[in-house]
């Protein structure tokens, strides 16, 4: 996972003094790469402890780690690695928050009903979540259809939760139902590709998998598999706490 895409996915965690040191490190990289732990601390004018506890948030056991993971990404980015489905499935796990995954999980099963949201493709998963859930004897509904879910959101309480999934984060229909639902004081779970987004803006809680738009002859063929294995992954996480 690259340096930006990890910042991303901790955001939750950092500090000010976090974003200092990202500005800093987006700002000379390949200076970092060989910069021991003390140089860095007295240009950032703090100490490395602080820098050990910032590599830790990002989820590196160390500095030392985070230098490391710098190295692949520089290396990367000069031999121009391609998307494929196998590094799509890797960055997808390596977006997995187990602490978002267990706070999701908890905030569905503590909510009286859940109505899940998609629309086009992502309409099989929205189902695949919705079937998950009624597993384990979570009420829950799925809908495709935009007067539908509108309707159901007005039937919803505080006590529900609505998750929605857009790849692109940028679905018209599936904002309009995030600032309704938003006006309403109903909590929101969204499932996006990992990129800055509207939809991620609006949810209380993003969750991410790594699905790059890509398109052949006009037609929209991205890789869904990642979608499947954080609905996945998530369904999992709901089980054992129904356990």
Same mark, same amino acid.
């Given at each position: 996972?690259?340096?930006?895409?990890?910042?991303?996915?901790?955001?939750?965690?950092?500090?000010?003094?976090?974003?200092?040191?990202?500005?800093?490190i987006?700002?000379?990289?390949?200076? #970092?790469?060989?910069?021991?732990?003390?140089?860095?601390?007295?240009?950032?004018?703090?100490?490395?402890n602080?820098?050990?506890?910032?590599?830790?948030?990002?989820?590196?056991?160390?500095?030392?780690? @985070?230098?490391?993971? @710098?190295?692949e990404?520089?290396?990367?980015?000069?031999?121009?690695?391609?998307?494929?489905?196998?590094?799509?499935?890797?960055?997808?796990?390596?977006?997995?928050?187990?602490?978002?995954?267990?706070? #999701?999980?908890?905030?569905?099963?503590?909510?009286?009903?859940?109505?899940?949201?998609? #629309?086009?493709?992502?309409?099989?998963?929205?189902?695949?979540?919705?079937?998950?859930?009624?597993?384990?004897?979570?009420?829950?509904?799925?809908?495709?259809?935009?007067?539908?879910?509108?309707?159901?959101?007005?039937?919803?309480?505080?006590?529900?939760?609505?998750? @929605?999934?857009?790849?692109?984060?940028?679905?018209?229909?599936?904002?309009?139902?995030?600032?309704?639902?938003?006006?309403?004081?109903?909590?929101?779970?969204?499932?996006?590709?990992?990129?800055?987004?509207?939809?991620?803006?609006?949810?209380?809680?993003?969750?991410?998998c790594?699905?790059?738009?890509?398109?052949?002859?006009?037609?929209?063929?991205?890789?869904?598999?990642?979608?499947?294995?954080?609905?996945?992954?998530?369904?999992?996480?709901?089980?054992?706490?129904t356990?």
């Amino acid at each position: 996972m690259f340096f930006e895409e990890r910042v991303q996915k901790f955001e939750y965690k950092l500090n000010d003094t976090d974003d200092q040191i990202i500005d800093y490190i987006l700002k000379n990289k390949k200076n #970092v790469v060989n910069e021991s732990i003390q140089s860095l601390a007295s240009n950032l004018f703090t100490v490395p402890n602080t820098i050990i506890r910032f590599s830790k948030k990002l989820g590196f056991d160390g500095y030392a780690h @985070l230098k490391n993971n @710098l190295k692949e990404e520089i290396y990367s980015e000069q031999n121009e690695i391609e998307d494929s489905l196998h590094s799509n499935l890797q960055r997808t796990f390596d977006l997995i928050d187990i602490n978002k995954m267990a706070v #999701v999980a908890k905030m569905m099963q503590q909510s009286k009903r859940v109505l899940i949201f998609g #629309v086009g493709d992502t309409g099989l998963f929205c189902e695949m979540l919705m079937k998950n859930l009624k597993i384990a004897g979570k009420q829950s509904e799925y809908y495709i259809h935009r007067h539908d879910i509108i309707h159901g959101i007005n039937q919803l309480t505080t006590e529900g939760v609505l998750f @929605l999934i857009s790849l692109s984060g940028e679905t018209s229909q599936v904002l309009e139902v995030a600032e309704l639902s938003k006006s309403k004081g109903i909590k929101i779970i969204s499932l996006t590709h990992f990129n800055r987004n509207s939809l991620q803006e609006l949810a209380d809680i993003s969750l991410f998998c790594f699905a790059p738009s890509e398109m052949l002859n006009g037609y929209n063929i991205t890789d869904k598999t990642p979608l499947m294995v954080t609905i996945r992954t998530l369904s999992e996480y709901y089980w054992n706490l129904t356990e």
